[in-house]
């Protein structure tokens, strides 16, 4: 830890959602701070004023970060302790806090973490997925045919998933995600630590369907369950395409599932697959 009275940059992690969920070392940090950078200031200032704290703040985000960063850096070579917030969680995960963090390692200032909580961890424990080993994706992105691409990349992660996405881009990745990956367990994990705090646990299938029709809202952390080692490479050279189809439906899958699950397999279009599907009992 930085000494007292020297200069320092705090990554001070703050709530995302129960404004309780803060510690008590982050407040004192905020009250002894000379300066605060926020992502948004605004914001920053209900949990301030919650708190009774006033002080100068610095607006840093996605689109100053390049001017502000260094701007920031020089008052910590200078002596001040300025903390870092973002506007939800611990500053450096899917926000402008990284690219601070490796300015103040290349001017040789201090920079130390105040931590506290964070969506995806917070997500993961309750996804009921395993956590023993796990990727954080955060945020896909958003071109579709990129998407698709990164999706494809976690065919074969069998870790356990963390994915964030903003409400209005649920369903599209839902979709892609069923489509790239077949019908896996999910964990669609909604506002949490508020009043609407939710959590869904489906396969892919489910959650597309549930969607059909829905408008997702709220903040969402999607954990999506790792490619099962058996499921992998595995050879269907033995089997008819016919078989192939009849055991995904005797596993409980629909027709149109089955073709999909198919065709992903033998890495072949669906349209080779459907023709025997036609006559087989779903
Ligand atoms: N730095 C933050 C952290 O440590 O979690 C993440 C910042 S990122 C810009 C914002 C994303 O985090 C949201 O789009 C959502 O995916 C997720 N998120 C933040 N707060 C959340 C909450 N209360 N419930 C669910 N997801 C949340």
Known sequence: MPSED??????????????????????????????????????????????????????????????????????????????????????GISDPGADLVKMAYEAGVSVTVVPGPSAALSALVLSSLPTRRFAFEGFLPRERKQRRERIQMLQTEQRTVIIYEAPHR????????LDVLGSRRIAIVRELTKIYEEVMIMSLQEAVEYYDGRT???????????????????????????????????????????????????????????????????
């Open 6 to 91: 020297k200069g320092c940059l705090y990554l001070c992690a703050t709530p995302i959602g129960n404004l309780e969920d803060i510690t008590l070392r982050a407040l004192r940090i905020l009250k002894e701070a000379d300066y605060i950078a926020a992502e948004d200031t605004r914001h920053t200032l209900k949990l301030l004023n919650h708190y009774d704290i006033s002080k100068p703040l610095i607006s840093y985000h996605e689109h100053n970060r390049m001017e502000k960063g260094p701007e920031i850096i020089e008052l910590v070579r200078q002596g001040k302790k300025v903390a870092l917030v973002s506007d939800a969680g611990m500053p």
């Open 170 to 177: 649920i369903k599209a990745l839902l979709r892609d995600m």
């Open 216 to 282: 997702p809202k709220g903040e969402f952390v999607l954990v999506l369950e790792g490619a099962q080692p058996d499921t992998m490479d595995r050879d269907f050279s033995h089997l008819s395409i016919k078989d192939h189809l009849r055991e995904y439906i005797s596993a409980g899958m629909s027709k149109k599932e089955a073709v999909k699950q198919v065709a992903r397999d033998r890495k072949i279009p669906k349209s080779q697959v459907y023709p025997y599907s036609i006559d087989l009992e779903a």
